[in-house]
């Protein structure tokens, strides 16, 4: 079993970075893929982006964050995290990590797959 701990979440204006941090607990962290993603008031829990298990060398990033958000992953820390840059307004949201059987592929964007979530870290974007 993982579990897993979101942090680095807050008000921001828009055009800054914030770096969300994922940490996990439990053995093989090593061995699962992660995936963010982010609900907003009123909406449906999105994917955001993937990294794969082990050495996170393949990543897979939804149309809305590609080219401004980079997900990355420490093993020795037990950590991934989501570098988010030029941040706008309707990045608002809650940020959730999660894991899922590693039989999955790390690209899956159904949360419905992943078994294991954090309790999330609210992100608040201002114009």
């Known amino acids: 079993q993982v579990q897993l701990v979101e942090s680095g979440g807050g008000l921001v204006q828009a055009g800054v970075s914030l770096r969300l941090s994922c940490a996990?607990?439990?053995?093989?962290?090593?061995?699962?893929?992660?995936?963010?993603?982010?609900?907003?008031?009123?909406?449906e829990r999105e994917f955001v982006a993937a990294i794969s298990w082990s050495s996170g060398s393949s990543t897979y990033y939804a149309d809305t964050v590609k080219g401004r958000f980079t997900i990355s992953r420490d093993n020795a820390k037990n950590?991934?995290?989501?570098?988010?840059?030029?941040?706008?307004?309707?990045?608002?949201?809650?940020?959730?990590?999660?894991?899922?059987?590693?039989?999955?592929?790390?690209y899956s964007t159904n949360p419905g797959l992943y078994d294991y979530w954090g309790q999330g870290t609210q992100v608040t974007v201002s114009s």
């Open 24 to 43: 996990a607990s439990g053995r093989a962290f090593s061995r699962y893929s992660v995936g963010w993603f982010r609900q907003a008031p009123g909406k």
């Open 79 to 106: 950590t991934v995290y989501l570098q988010m840059n030029s941040l706008k307004p309707e990045d608002t949201a809650v940020y959730y990590c999660a894991t899922k059987n590693p039989g999955i592929p790390y």
